[in-house]
C-alpha cells in the first residue's frame, strides 16, 4: 500500500515569509508526528496528533511553528516569518495509534526547507 | 529527555564484514521501547526493529542480528556480512510509556555506516 508522503519535496523561500509543509499518511493511521533534522543530527520531535487534535505539541520551538489536522487525516505544518535557522529537512510519520500510542511510526520521505 | 547515545559517527567496512553499531540508552522508566531505523542516501527512514524492555530475547532477520542488554542499557546492533546497500546512517531511538515527551521519539545522532566494495 502507500507509504506516507509528503510535498513539496524540496522547498526554497527568502527570510520572513510564510510556508507550508504537507503531510498525507498512510490510510488508516490515526497517530501523525512531525519531526525537524538538521544536517548531522537525529530527527527532533515537533508535534503529534490523535485524529484531529495535537495531543503533544511540546516540540514545537516558538509561536511561529503550528501544525493543524482538520479532518484526521491530511496535516500541514506551517511556519511564519521564516529564519535561517528553520533551515532543514521536515519529516512527517504515522501510526496505527493503537496501544495508546505506542506502535510503530512509519516515515515519509522529508521536505527540505531552505530558506536564504 | 532522557538520553539515546550513539557513540560511533562513522564506520567504514569493508564488503563482507560483520560490522556492530551501539546505542545506549538513558531510562528512569520500567516500560520503554527502543527502535532501530535505516536512512539511505535517499532520506526516508525505513523501520527495522522494535523492542520492548519487558522481552529481553535478542532477535535475529535475516543478516541483521539485536543484542538487548538490559544490564548495561544497550540495544545493539550487528549486520553480518555487509554489503555495499548497507551503507546509510542508522538511527537508535526511544520513547516510554510514562515519559513527559508524550510518544515522541527521541533519537541518537545517528552511526553513518560505509561499506565499500
Known amino acids: 500500500g502507500a507509504g506516507v508522503s509528503q510535498t513539496p519535496s524540496n522547498k526554497v523561500t527568502e527570510k520572513g515569509k510564510y510556508v507550508e509543509l504537507r503531510c498525507d499518511p498512510i490510510?488508516?493511521?490515526?497517530?501523525l508526528y512531525w519531526y525537524r533534522q538538521s544536517l548531522g543530527q537525529g530527527p527532533e520531535f515537533l508535534i503529534y496528533?490523535?485524529?484531529?487534535?495535537?495531543?503533544?505539541d511540546s516540540g514545537l520551538p516558538n509561536d511561529r511553528f503550528f501544525a493543524v489536522r482538520p479532518e484526521g487525516s491530511v496535516s500541514t505544518l506551517k511556519i511564519q516569518r521564516t529564519e535561517r535557522g528553520d533551515s532543514a529537512v521536515y519529516l512527517c510519520?504515522?501510526?496505527?495509534?493503537?496501544?495508546?500510542?505506542?506502535?510503530?511510526?512509519?516515515f515519509g520521505p522529508g521536505t527540505r526547507l531552505t530558506v536564504l | 529527555a532522557q538520553k539515546v547515545t550513539q557513540a560511533q559517527t562513522e564506520i567504514s567496512v569493508v564488503e563482507k564484514e560483520d560490522v556492530t553499531l551501539d546505542c545506549v540508552y538513558e531510562?528512569?522508566?520500567?516500560?520503554?521501547?527502543l527502535f532501530w531505523y535505516k536512512q539511505p542516501p535517499s532520506g526516508e527512514l525505513v523501520f527495522l526493529i522494535r523492542r520492548n524492555s519487558f522481552d529481553e530475547q535478542n532477535e535475529i532477520s535475516g543478516r541483521y542480528s539485536w543484542n538487548f542488554q538490559k544490564s548495561t542499557s544497550s540495544f545493539n546492533f550487528t549486520i553480518t556480512a555487509s554489503q555495499v546497500v548497507d551503507s546509510a546512517v542508522y538511527f537508535c531511538a526511544r520513547y516510554s510509556s510514562n515519559s513527559n515527551s508524550g510518544y515522541a521519539l527521541n533519537f541518537g545522532k545517528g552511526t553513518s555506516l560505509l561499506v565499500t566494495p
Open positions: 510519520a504515522s501510526s496505527p495509534g493503537l496501544a495508546g500510542g505506542r506502535d510503530t511510526q512509519y
Open positions: 531510562t528512569r522508566d520500567t516500560t520503554y521501547y
Open positions: 490510510s488508516g493511521h490515526t497517530a
Open positions: 496528533f490523535q485524529g484531529t487534535g495535537a495531543a503533544d
